[in-house]
């Protein structure tokens, strides 16, 4: 798919199909539908359509005329945006992709979203956050609509004989007045850039175990840093890979003790990135959880859903995607991007309920529930991380079904030691339109992972699981400022919607982006 820019007058703009957003200014129950452009032409073709009482602009709805009066283009579709007051740049996002996703199946390639006029997204939230505020306007509403319109664009089917592997070839963001062209065409391949990294993270997690196992993983790592480093000028892109034999050499007992069960070599991906005139303040550390297949080892799960689990390596995967699109917008900050890669699986070599490990930071470690493997891989990861270099520590796992039963699909869990760091993260949160909820991690948790024998267990009891498994982690970044993001209910769309198939979604992929775009300059 590509994207790109028309500042012709939307009326003379031929296109297969012109979609616009209609949002419902009424406060009560009786609908005013509204066109978010200020085109007179565009507005006198919908007129009948919104007298007809057909229109309501609700979120998400459809509605298509071929051959609208007075325009160029070959059809109108007005795609619903909810009520005005709460319209902002995280709906613009999906209704951009609510858009695109109509299109698709109907063979139509090329689709022009008008960019709303005048567009200042007061009702979003982001807009009290000061550093968020000067990047409002046309290039935020631009970057929204691409990156809606890249994220609409996957389907996962990629293993039907079948499949109609159907995309849009384009999509043109249409802008009206007199606007800053050299803004709106960064916010362009900015909206591009991100688009196609999330997409890149949910091709990972979409493969099957067989198909993704840690070699695979870090041979596609290499693929990607490669591709990437030829394009970036004057900034060091490179990839390491650890093998098991390293991985013990390290003293990473918490990593290994998941990989020794395993015929699957497990892979510690360590992708580097160092642009020129980056801030010596911060060199940001982002480590993922990569099982590439979760069994449980010898706390088996059940066989009941147990395929999904192929996901598993969604926060290793959100890593991958992440630092590809820091690298293609050449932010200046120093990142270490690090994949704890392996399977977690039982078998005789496998550990057991009831052994102790030694992690690489010395702390000693009673393996109550092999299931809880995620956090074993990454407490070496995030140690790993410091001793590279991470002055500033940010960590992504499918990591505890309890966060599922406490956040469901909406929000991501985040965990932070650090007020300044959360708040970073909360910007960079809004200014993504990712939707992700605090947790807490108060002292108090860590008696539930006291061990009589260990230093520290590796399950936290009935109460609290998302949070003692952060408090586990915790105990592994030092004195760093840290986040922890527990992306076990939000990595997977359940059912399709609107703006996105089911399957991987590729969350945190934008927030990370942003978050790191938070410390150029400082
Ligand atoms: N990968 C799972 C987390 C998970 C579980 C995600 C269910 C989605 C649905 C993780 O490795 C795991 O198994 N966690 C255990 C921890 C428990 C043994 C303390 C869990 O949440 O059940
Ligand atoms: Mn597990
Ligand atoms: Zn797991």
Same mark, same amino acid.
């Given at each position: 798919m590509n994207a790109n820019l028309s500042f012709d007058p939307i009326s003379q703009i031929e296109t297969e199909c012109l979609a616009i957003a209609v949002v419902d200014?009424?406060?009560?129950?009786d609908p005013k539908p509204r066109l978010l452009t200020a085109d007179t032409a565009v507005q006198q073709a919908a007129a009948e359509l919104l007298a007809s009482g057909e229109?309501?602009?609700?979120?998400f709805e459809t509605v298509m005329v071929h051959r609208?009066?007075?325009?160029?283009?070959?059809r109108l579709l007005l795609v619903g945006g909810g009520k005005h007051r709460n319209f902002s740049a995280y709906e613009l996002r999906k209704v951009a992709g609510a858009a695109a996703r109509f299109l698709k199946p109907k063979s139509i390639r090329r689709m022009t979203f008008a960019a709303p006029d005048?567009?200042?997204?007061?009702?979003?939230?982001?807009?009290?956050s000061t550093t968020v505020a000067e990047r409002r306007g046309l290039p935020e509403a631009v970057k929204a609509i691409v990156e809606g319109a890249y994220v609409a664009d996957?389907?996962? %089917?990629?293993?039907?004989?079948?499949?109609? @592997?159907?995309?849009?070839?384009e999509v043109t963001v249409a802008v009206a007045g007199n606007p800053d062209r050299a803004a709106l065409e960064r916010a362009l391949d900015e909206g591009r850039i991100i688009g196609e990294s999330q997409n890149f993270t949910r091709e990972l997690v979409n493969e099957p175990g067989n198909r993704m196992t840690p070699t695979i993983l870090a041979r596609r790592a290499g693929e990607m840093v490669q591709e990437t480093a030829g394009r970036l000028n004057g900034a060091r892109f490179g990839i390491e890979v650890l093998g098991g034999e390293k991985i013990r050499e390290l003293k990473m007992g918490a990593f290994w003790s998941v990989a020794q069960g395993s015929d699957e070599p497990p892979a510690l991906i360590v992708i580097r990135y160092e642009p020129e005139?980056?801030?010596?303040a911060a060199t940001v550390g982002l480590v993922g959880k990569?099982?590439?297949?979760?069994?449980?080892?010898?706390?088996i799960k059940p066989? %009941?859903?147990?395929?999904?689990?192929?996901? @598993?390596m969604a926060g290793g995967a959100a890593m991958l995607g992440a630092v590809r699109a820091i690298a293609q917008l050449g932010l200046k900050v120093r990142v270490i991007a690090l994949v704890c890669a392996s399977e977690n699986m039982p078998s005789g070599k496998a550990q057991k309920p009831g052994d102790v490990q030694i992690a690489m930071s010395g702390k000693s470690i009673e393996i109550i529930?092999?299931?809880?493997e995620g956090r074993l891989v990454l407490a070496d990861g995030l140690h790993y991380a410091r001793q590279l270099g991470a002055t500033h520590l940010v960590d992504a796992a499918t990591l505890t079904g309890a966060c599922v039963v406490a956040l469901g699909g909406v929000n991501a869990g985040v965990f932070a030691n650090n007020e300044e760091m959360f708040q970073r993260f909360a910007a960079a949160l809004a200014f993504a339109g990712e939707k992700m909820w605090r947790m807490p991690l108060d002292e108090e948790y860590k008696e539930q992972i006291r061990s009589g024998i260990a230093d520290i267990q590796n399950t936290g009891g009935r109460g609290a699981g998302a949070v003692t498994a952060a408090m586990f982690l915790k105990?592994?970044?030092?004195d760093a400022p840290w986040i922890h993001l527990d992306i076990a209910g939000t990595a997977w769309v359940d059912d399709n919607k609107a703006w996105i198939a089911k399957?991987?979604?590729?969350?945190a992929v934008r927030s990370l982006v942003e978050f790191v775009r938070g410390f150029e300059g400082s």
């Open positions: 200014e009424s406060s009560g129950s229109v309501t602009g609700r979120l609208p009066n007075g325009l160029k283009a070959r005048a567009w200042d997204g007061t009702a979003d939230q982001a807009a009290q996957f389907d996962p %089917d990629f293993y039907r004989s079948d499949r109609k @592997d159907q995309h849009l070839d005139g980056a801030s010596p990569g099982i590439t297949f979760d069994t449980g080892g010898i706390s066989a %009941d859903g147990m395929e999904k689990m192929k996901y @598993d529930n092999t299931d809880a105990e592994f970044v030092d399957g991987p979604s590729g969350v």
